[in-house]
């Protein structure tokens, strides 16, 4: 049998260069397809090259970065064609999700989609609250998908990532209200499918609210040309 292994302290380093990268690459700071020097990051940030090496390799499994061979590492393109892609995944998970939630559908879990939902219906203006409200959302969307009790079908889910790409977009073009309002309806359309217990309306309010925001996102990648390094 094997030997239990001890915990080891996580390197504080290498996580605050982690939450710094990430934030600048999920915010204004780097553009898609940047350069990261990891010896010239160290430099700045007045770590050693080894925390840099781990945020990039962490970054990396989560999509926003590319560390492509003997040609260096790179803030992880924003392409329309990749984000259309992940929402089409996104849709086909949600909605198989969508067949199996009704069953498993408790009193406790449908007031925790109404309070989210509710949360999700409180203005929304400054950055913060942006970023709030795309919180709730993802909590929103990742509650639908565990309630499934599936755990494989979780962990596609969870590494799909979709909302690092929503986060990406947005904070280069904020939704416009119109696009709120819309998406208001829609959640509110979720919320009425899972009270009446109603799994092929369930499954419709979902399939039409991602491709619509999907959509949205794309349009929004090719009109901003967020894109473009
Ligand atoms: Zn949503």
Known sequence: MMKRLPRLPRSRASDSVFDILRENILGRGFRPGDRLDVRALADQLGV???????AVTRLAAEGLVEIRPRSGTFVAELAADAVAE???IRRALECLAAEHVIGRLTPDLLSRFTAIVDALERPVSTDRERAQHEQKNVELHTLLVETTG???LTDLYRSLNAHLVVARVH???SPEQSRLDQERREHRAILEA???R???ALVAA???HIRRAGAALVDDVREAGVGAA
């Open 48 to 54: 050693s090259a080894t925390p840099v090496k781990d």
């Open 86 to 88: 992940t929402f089409e």
């Open 150 to 152: 599936n755990r494989r």
């Open 171 to 173: 904070s280069r073009r």
């Open 194 to 196: 899972l009270d009446a």
């Open 198 to 200: 109603d799994a092929t």
């Open 206 to 208: 979902l399939d039409r």
